[in-house]
């Protein structure tokens, strides 16, 4: 029996990190994302 309440609350754990993950996610600006950039030359990667 106690098996049983052990995977039970191992599972309940994971899913109250994911929610809270979920969460701090959900908090962070959103991020623009860039125009597509030129290919450098050789000499200006050097």
């Not at 098996?3 to 962070?28: M, P, S």
């Amino acid at each position: 029996m106690l098996d049983v309440i052990y995977l039970a609350a191992t599972i309940a754990l994971f899913a109250l990190v994911g929610l809270i993950a979920r969460g701090v996610e959900q908090l962070a600006p959103r991020t623009r994302t860039s125009t597509p950039r030129e290919p450098m030359s050789g000499e200006a990667r050097r």
